[in-house]
């Protein structure tokens, strides 16, 4: 199953973060990223990388007119293809800039699964407390200091 990093966002005035906040962001290949960049990139709000994305494929495009051959296209194929592997950390570090804090990582089939698991945990809650332990029931202890 995948695995989702857990950010909460800064607090405002000392009080806990809202958990409606909250952001989740899975570990791994961001297919979005691959095909739609630029659509990714805006709707993630990642300003910063959308800019410096663009500055870099306007220059190969530059480079491209001035030049014969596929160079500029498998630059650009490549660009694509490592913002959909580096894209969600990419996404993990603006949100870090923005003030977002790490606080987990869950697990699920999709998101909202994730969810569910982060914030009501991931073992069901016990229904008797632990028993204390019996005298004698503990570990034997070593003789010689052989165990």
Known sequence: MPLYT??????????????LGYVL??????????????LWLLFRRMWLVLLTYLLVALVVYAFDVRSEG???SVFLALARLWLAVEGN?????????RGYELVGVAEGRNVDEAEIRFFH???????????????????????????
């Open 89 to 97: 950390g990419l996404r993990r570090w603006t949100l870090a800039g």
């Open 25 to 38: 962001i899975k570990e791994g290949f961001c297919w979005p990223a691959l095909f739609l960049p630029e």
């Open 70 to 72: 596929p160079l500029a």
């Open 6 to 19: 857990v950010h909460a966002p800064p607090p405002a005035g000392g009080a806990p973060p809202d958990p």
């Open 121 to 147: 945990g991931a073992e069901p809650p016990r229904s008797e407390p632990d028993a204390p332990a019996a005298p004698g029931n503990g570990p034997l202890p070593s003789v010689g200091g052989f165990a």
